[in-house]
Nanobody, 124 residues
Framework: DVQLVESGGGSVQAGGSLELSCVVP???????IGWFRQAPGMEREGVAR?????????FIADSVKGRLTISQDNAMNTLYLQMTPLAPEDTAMYYC??????????????????RGQGTQVTVS
């Protein structure tokens, strides 16, 4: 698998904020990019998705709605995840996955052609 480049994880205090970035290895104008997280002992969870193209659309999971936003830099082929305020239950490995085509279901990470190795976020 071609790996995506993720960055931005680390240790954050509860109530703080984080910004993760994901650099996609193809033209950013189309496709599907998802953000996932996996907490210790828990199943991997899809937290956000953006479908790019003529009609760009985003989806934010209920577990993070109101706290998580995603944004993009088309020139840099980069998708960002911002979340605030953080809580200890947000502690997880965060992953980015991307595909040049639509992925269904979007929260099935194995359906994406490109996946990152994950970046750890620890909230205390």
């Amino acid at each position: 698998d071609v790996q995506l480049v993720e960055s931005g994880g680390g240790s954050v205090q509860a109530g703080g904020s984080l910004e993760l970035s994901c650099v996609v290895p193809y033209d950013f104008a189309y496709g599907c990019i998802g953000w996932f997280r996996q907490a210790p002992g828990m199943e991997r969870e899809g937290v956000a998705r953006i479908n790019l193209g003529q009609h760009t659309s985003t989806f934010i999971a209920d577990s993070v709605k109101g706290r998580l936003t995603i944004s993009q830099d088309n020139a840099m082929n980069t998708l960002y995840l911002q979340m605030t305020p953080l809580a200890p239950e947000d502690t997880a490995m965060y992953y980015c996955a991307a595909d040049e085509k639509a992925v269904a279901p979007w929260d099935w990470i194995d359906g994406y052609m490109y996946r990152g190795q994950g970046t750890q976020v620890t909230v205390s």
